[in-house]
């Protein structure tokens, strides 16, 4: 898989979360009974940042959930020795029932993931809404999903790779698209 380009710096993600921040703020009327879900494992980081953001603009934190999504995917794959699923185990720590979720993640792609958050999600409360942040939409649905926030539209073909680092876990901040080969 070789690199072909850098779609977005340290920058250029800095400000399309601040840009998503101001839009998830507007479209809510504030962040009253609002929560940020993010889908393990960029999606938290992502939601650590929009948190920050939210509450320097608003002057109130926001509250913050963790999801992990290992048991609804429809491609459910066996990680560990005993041959089952590894599980990284989900935190929210208030209830979602008539909440304003706003799930988070950085790719979306045929919207697989974002299916089985949304059935994680409902197996935990009732939301009285579900919205979708994402820092990339690369376009190649499978599913009728769509994001209410995007960082960046990158339409690509099927043969490309997006990749996202971020600093809590890569040292650095960029998204990337690769040729897979």
Known sequence: ??????????QAIRRALTRIAHEI??????????????????????????AERIEQ???NKIAIGELDITLYRDDLSKKTDDQEPLVKGSNIPVDVTNQKVILVDDVLYTGRTVRAAMDALVDIGRPANIQLAVLVD?????????ADYVGKNIP?????????ELKEADQQDQVTIHENE
């Open 25 to 50: 703020i507007e479209r809510n009327k504030g962040i009253e009974d609002s929560i940020l879900v993010g889908i393990k494992t960029r999606g938290i980081y992502l939601a650590n940042r929009l």
């Open 138 to 146: 690369r376009g190649h649905r499978e599913l009728p999903i769509r």
């Open 57 to 59: 603009i608003e002057g």
């Open 1 to 10: 898989m070789s690199q072909k380009a850098v779609l977005l710096d340290e």
């Open 156 to 164: 690509t073909s099927s043969s490309e790779k997006i990749v996202v």
